[in-house]
């Protein structure tokens, strides 16, 4: 079976709910198993598209001419101006700019290379401006790195904000993928050296909030900077986050947001990854001469940063269309982060356990495998995570359990080989779940990128099931060869044809990653 297009395929289709003990539900194969997992990726997706969700936060009374943000309220009057930066910020701009029609004067915004083509490609509409439109667009950012083209459109931002005055409103627009479409190094620093340091770091296994601290500190935008720089007009952004925990300093590198972090920040940062030796002499320069206080005002008085999109949103869509599919569904964790092995391993004991309490007495489920969950569970360091409530739910279920995460896992690089942290957490999630039987259960797990692209390939994602590891070796497959290379993505292809891959095409938004566990006793 080929891989499933999601969307736009599947866009607007409905669900099909699980007929739990039925026998269409007790003959359904894994791979219908696998439709239902596909079909639930797309309605998390559509949840945090940016139309809605920008229609949801703004609005203009035709009557009074007045923007209303929330519960807040800005006057138009030829005044208005508009920059972004994101892989949802074409679809973001695309609805602002049907709101807001002629109050809007000029816009300039950042958005990922070949995004407009894909769209148009896809019948999305929606996600694309007016013929005649009043926003500049420019595409970069290849693979999610900073670039030339990116590093034009930051400038012509820049351009754009240091020309307003006190009587002007700049609408920002922000989301996922935002730093790297907005590339401004301070001189002497080049972009070529600024982003060989961010490649060694998430080499490395950088957090998205140090790589964060680190291109905040060597940044003209970043850290407060547009802002600064688009003092003294009211700013306004609308921010659809992809970090956990939803910091509106560290989405994008907080343009909007006054730097907290210092150069010492900086220096702690590098020295724990061994770089600190290793760096350039303008990056040296930079940091030699920064103040040890945040560049720019200590607070950004003429800013409202609104939050409009997240990851958690997506999740309690997911929750509600799992349930109309016949599951018992519940939200672990929205910040599902930490090493993706560690990640893996936390799955695999889950599904477990989760297994055990399902078709088993409870005395007859292994407590070590509990202890051992329950100490992972802690040492990830998950603030949000609903562990006892999900396991407590699972023990009360009376048929098939969907449980539901999302976050941003960080891979460490060993190999040369291609792939994305959801195709690597999926397989790895495959082969531990294959090491011994799991009992009566069908058991599968799906991890998927919302933006539709996972790592610099043209999937968002994969899905697996226990049989992985064995099905793949009468295919001549060595899954631990693959994983030591770092190369899920070509796993995924040669294995049973590509069947296990998440095609989804750019997607046109972006809140991290979701994870689905299913659990579904024979």
């Known amino acids: 079976m080929a891989a499933l297009q999601v969307l736009p395929r599947l866009a607007g289709a409905p669900l099909r709910p699980l007929l739990w ?72 701009a695309a609805a602002a700019e049907e709101l807001l029609d002629q109050h809007l004067v000029q816009g300039v915004i950042s958005v990922p290379k070949g995004i407009r083509a894909a769209m148009e490609c896809t019948g999305k509409q929606e996600m694309l401006l007016k013929p005649h439109s009043r926003v500049q667009v420019f595409e970069g950012a290849e693979d999610n790195l900073p670039d030339r083209d990116a590093l034009r459109a930051a400038l012509a931002i820049r351009q754009l904000a240091e020309g307003l005055t006190a009587d002007d409103l700049l609408l920002v627009l922000i989301s996922g993928g935002g730093s790297a479409l907005l590339p401004a190094p301070i001189p002497p620093v080049t972009l070529e050296e600024k982003q060989t340091l961010t490649k060694l770091l998430a080499a490395r296994g950088a957090t998205i909030q140090e790589l964060n601290t680190i291109r905040k500190a060597l940044s003209q935008l970043k850290g ?43 220096l702690h940062i590098l020295n724990r990854y061994g770089l600190r030796a290793a760096l350039p002499r303008s ?179 994969a899905w697996v099931m226990p049989e992985l590891a064995n099905q793949a070796t009468t295919e001549g497959l060595d899954v631990a060869t693959f994983l030591a290379h770092n190369d899920s993505h070509t796993f995924f292809r040669r294995f049973q044809g590509g069947a296990h891959l998440l095609y989804t095409g750019l997607t046109g938004t972006n809140v991290m990653d979701a994870h689905f566990l299913f659990l579904r006793p024979r």
């Open 21 to 92: 003990g039925g026998p269409g539900a007790r003959l359904a194969s894994g791979m219908a198993l696998a439709e239902q997992a596909r079909q639930l990726f797309e309605s998390t997706v559509r949840a945090v598209l940016p139309g809605p969700m920008m229609h949801r936060a703004l609005s203009v009374d035709p009557g009074t001419g007045q923007l209303k943000v929330r519960d807040r309220s800005f006057q138009l009057r030829q005044n208005l101006y508009l920059v972004g930066f994101g892989k949802a910020v074409l679809g973001m």
């Open 283 to 461: 990056v040296k320069t930079v940091l030699a001469r920064a103040d040890s206080d945040p560049r720019g005002p200590h607070t950004c008085g003429h800013v409202l940063n609104v939050i409009i999109g997240s990851n958690a949103l997506a999740l309690a869509e997911a929750q509600r269309q799992a349930e109309a599919l016949g599951y018992r569904a519940v939200v672990l964790s929205a910040a599902m982060q930490g090493d993706v092995k560690s990640v893996a391993h936390f799955y695999e004991l889950l599904a477990r356990v989760a297994a055990a309490r399902l078709t088993l007495p409870r005395d007859g489920a292994s407590v070590e495998e509990d202890e051992q969950l329950q100490e992972l569970a802690a040492e990830l360091q998950l603030p949000d995570l609903q562990l006892k409530e999900a396991l407590e739910a699972v023990a009360g279920a009376k048929g098939p359990v969907c449980l539901l995460a999302g976050g941003e896992p960080t891979v460490q690089l060993q190999g040369s080989g291609k792939g994305g942290r959801n195709q690597e957490l999926a397989l790895r999630v495959g082969a531990e779940l294959g090491r011994r039987p799991l009992g009566p259960i069908d058991v599968l797990f799906l991890s998927g990128g919302t933006d539709g692209k996972d790592g610099p390939t043209e999937v968002a994602g």
């Open 224 to 266: 407060g900077g547009l802002a600064q720089a688009a003092y003294p007009a009211q700013v306004v952004s609308l921010i659809l986050s992809d970090v956990v925990g939803d910091p509106v300093e560290v989405i994008a590198s907080g343009p909007t947001v006054a730097s907290v972090h210092n150069v010492q920040d900086c």
